[in-house]
C-alpha cells in the first residue's frame, strides 16, 4: 500500500479528517462513549429522562463530525490550499472557544483535551503552509 501524495500542509488536514471521520463514527455508534472520552461523566442515574435529549445532540453532532471529516480528507486529496488557510482561523476559534468553556466550569477539564488538538491541528497547518513558500 503507498500512502498519497500530499503537501505537508495536506497531510495535516488529512490526519484532522480521518480523526474527524472517526470520532464522528464513533459517536453515532455509541454516543456514551464519545462523551465519556471527553470527561463527561454520567449523573448515577439507571435511565435517562424522557426528556433528556443529550444521546441525540452527541449523535447529531458525531453526525457533523464525520461529513467534516470526509470533507477534509477531499481537500486533502485535492491540496486545496486555500482551504486549509481557512481552517487555520476557524480551529484557532474552536480552541479559544472550548478552552473558554474548561476555564469557564461550563465543561469538564477532560474537554481541554478538544481544545489542544484543535490549537495544535490550526498551528501545525499553519506552519505547513509557510514551508512551501520559503523554499520557493
Do not use: H
Request: zero cysteines.
Amino acid at each position: 500500500m503507498t500512502l498519497p501524495r500530499l503537501s505537508p500542509a495536506g497531510w495535516t488536514i488529512a490526519v484532522f479528517g480521518l480523526a474527524a471521520l472517526l470520532l464522528g463514527a464513533v459517536g453515532l455508534i455509541s454516543p456514551g462513549t464519545l462523551l465519556a472520552s471527553m470527561g463527561f461523566a454520567p449523573d448515577g442515574a439507571a435511565a435517562r429522562a424522557a426528556d433528556d435529549y443529550t444521546l441525540v445532540f452527541v449523535r447529531t453532532s458525531a453526525m457533523a463530525s464525520f461529513n467534516m471529516g470526509v470533507y477534509y480528507l477531499l481537500a486533502a486529496a485535492k491540496d486545496w490550499t486555500a482551504f486549509f488557510a481557512f481552517t487555520v482561523a476557524f480551529r484557532l476559534v474552536t480552541f479559544s472557544v472550548f478552552t473558554a468553556l474548561v476555564l469557564t466550569d461550563t465543561a469538564p477539564a477532560g474537554f481541554f483535551a478538544v481544545a489542544a488538538w484543535e490549537g495544535a491541528g490550526a498551528l501545525a497547518t499553519f506552519l505547513a503552509l509557510r514551508v512551501p513558500r520559503r523554499e520557493q
